[in-house]
């Protein structure tokens, strides 16, 4: 089975002029046939989010005009202009809708669904995502569509942008990719405008993103970034944000957004595996986008100097949006308007510079959450999450079903690299059940190719073992298929054990349900509302890869060696104390890892060589 949305890296995509143009050629043949006698360019089969669609698709005959002029373009695109404006356009409140601030504006908003009343929550994006498309068709709009047809489309995208920023609560689903489209609606809607109204709407723009995101960012991995959905970062609508955030910097030129955006841009390189896999957020946890993020991972993987567009994209939404018919969509057309006409390209070299929450070399990396954990290993294609035990998730040793990786102090890390290898100490003070703090120093080692990890700890009670993750996908040339099996082998005794109840707090990797459907089974709210990373907190234990201790420790420590990404020769690596730590030698390396102590500064020290 194939995990359904993780596939091609978006840098795989071409995206040179001629490739563009082939893509709008491919959507004006679509369009003519489609277009109905009234002017209405919408998919047959769209019910959701389909009040921005036509005029969507409008937008890229425009662009197509303007690259092409193409001579049948100009009267599709007033006729279906005129339809948007006739036929699209609300005033009247919609039945049910929350979030207004005030009753009766009588100004015009977008609906999500056409129906009075049937989803009315839906409203406040897809108003945004209309003003986005009008503001794309009036940049292309000279020559193209009269005075008076533009006229009323400026009237009615000032009217989108006065009903999101007056009539309703701003940002009502606290949605960071939906806010900061917002913004880039003002600053673009702004310069169509007459003065003094296209100053107040720049400045009410600005005001709203200073006041009403970039004040409420949400601290996670040591970054700050635009709350999406009541948490950090989605994997579907965090890549989306960082385009936004590009093309805010484009037309506006203001400093704010290029900053916000490398710093987002950071942030999803390190929890980015090397072949594109991600996972976690509080909405959808395994659900890439695709066209929609391209924009902004090509535009600040060139400023930050890193290949973003390893990001694993879905290609079903390679272009643009579709229907399951494969038949074209308008929805969000406005990034693959602006995609086109952004002419940076893809930095396709990693980044050099040491990340403190991921490791990164090879085929190998690891990214780390906030409490330095490992959030998701990858070694030989293959992705290891989290492994639960006794409702508690993570790497590192368990004593008596306790798992003692949450820190009671200062986590600290030294990275080194050194003669073809990269490595990561993390160090972090720790408290069992027993209330003994004892101090967990896992080493991570690799040459690129294998995945060495080294835990040392104080000797610990009972039988210990060390939770070392739970195998969950591979890669499978553009796809990533579930998988249950583990390309590891261990110092001491190594087991895959499966959880026995079947039910949903327990995850069995060898089943076909996903990560994501089985903490949508967990979450609070339905699937597609609620967090699913919250839901998966519930889990009660899964399937997990446990390392029994290493043989041959100092007798005060338990040690436990894991060696990812091969399982094809013996593993025995060789533990000695010296004067200045513990001595680890295995096949590859030879390292030296400090005291708990610390040297003179209290960080830890480690030494790495062949």
């Not at 937008?59 to 049948?72: C, E, F, G, I, V």
């Not at 489309?153 to 309703?168: F, I, N, P, Q, S």
């Not at 980044?351 to 959450?369: C, I």
């Not at 967090?531 to 043989?551: F, I, K, M, Y």
Request: glycine share 10%; proline share 7%.
């Amino acid at each position: 089975m194939h995990l359904p949305r993780q596939r091609g890296p978006l840098h795989d995509l071409p995206d040179s002029p001629e490739a563009y143009d082939a893509v709008l050629a491919g959507v004006t043949e679509q369009a003519l046939a489609r277009m109905t006698p009234e002017g209405n360019l919408e998919h047959p089969d769209c019910v959701d989010d389909i009040g921005d669609t036509s005029l969507g698709i409008t937008s890229l005959l425009a662009l197509a005009w303007q690259r092409t002029k193409d001579p049948r373009l100009p009267e599709v695109v007033r006729r279906s202009l005129a339809f948007h404006l006739s036929e699209r356009v609300y005033t009247e409140d919609n039945p049910g809708y929350p979030n207004l601030r005030a009753r009766n504006s009588g100004l015009p908003y977008a609906r999500y669904t056409l129906a009075a009343g049937a989803h009315p929550i839906g409203d406040w994006p897809s108003t945004v995502w209309a003003l986005l498309q009008a503001v794309n068709v009036l940049d292309a709009a000279d020559g193209l569509v009269d005075d008076g047809q533009r006229a009323r489309l400026v009237e009615v995208a000032h009217g989108y942008w006065r009903w999101l920023t007056e009539a309703t609560f701003f940002n009502p689903q606290e949605a960071g990719n939906q806010a900061i489209g917002c913004v880039v609606g003002g600053l673009m809607l702004a310069r169509h405008l007459p003065s003094p109204d296209g100053e107040s709407v720049r400045r009410r723009a600005m005001r709203l993103y200073e006041d009403e995101i970039r004040a409420h960012r949400v601290r996670d991995r040591g970054a700050l970034l635009p709350p999406e959905h009541g948490g950090a970062y989605d994997n579907n609508y965090g890549p989306i944000s960082l385009s936004f955030l590009a093309q805010a910097h484009r037309v506006s030129g203001e400093e704010v957004f290029a900053e916000d955006g490398d710093a987002l841009a950071r942030y999803i390189d390190a929890r980015l595996t090397n072949g594109g896999f991600d996972n976690g957020g509080p909405r959808y946890s395994e659900q890439h986008s695709a066209f929609e993020s391209v924009l902004g991972l090509r535009y600040f993987s060139a400023r930050i100097g890193s290949d973003l567009g390893r990001y694993r994209g879905d290609s079903r939404w390679a272009r643009h949006a579709v229907k399951a018919d494969g038949g074209v969509d308008g929805h969000f057309a406005w990034m693959l308007v602006w995609q086109i006409q952004d002419t940076t390209r893809w930095h396709r070299a990693p980044s050099t510079d040491a990340a403190r929450h991921q490791l990164r070399s090879g085929s190998v990396s690891v990214a780390f959450d906030d409490r330095m954990t490992p959030a998701l290993v990858e070694a030989a294609g293959t992705y290891y999450l989290p492994a639960a035990v006794n409702r508690q998730h993570g790497f590192g040793p368990v004593t008596d079903g306790f798992l003692l990786t949450r820190p009671m102090g200062e986590v600290r890390v030294r990275d080194v690299t050194a003669d073809g290898l990269t490595a990561k100490l993390v160090t972090k003070p720790v408290v069992g059940r027993d209330h003994v703090l004892r101090h967990v120093r896992s080493l991570y080692v690799t040459d690129g190719t294998s995945l060495w990890t080294t835990v040392a700890v104080e000797r610990l009670p009972g039988t210990p073992y060390l939770l070392a993750g739970l195998p969950y996908a591979a890669d499978d040339g553009d796809r990533v298929r579930r998988t249950a099996e583990p390309r590891a082998t261990a110092a001491g005794a190594l087991r895959l054990t499966h959880p026995g109840p079947d039910d949903p707090h327990h995850f069995d990797a060898r089943t076909d349900t996903t990560q994501e459907q089985a903490a949508f089974a967990l979450a609070a709210d339905p699937r597609g509302y609620g967090n699913p990373d919250e839901g998966w907190r519930h889990l009660v234990a899964s399937t997990a890869l446990e390392a029994g201790p290493a043989p041959g420790a100092p007798e005060d420590l338990h040690v436990f060696a894991v060696r990812y990404g091969r399982d094809d020769s013996a593993f025995t690596p060789v533990f000695e104390r010296d004067g200045t730590g513990l001595r680890v030698r295995t096949e590859a390396f030879t390292a030296v890892i400090g005291d708990a102590a610390g040297g003179a500064d209290a960080e830890p020290e480690l030494t790495l060589g062949r």
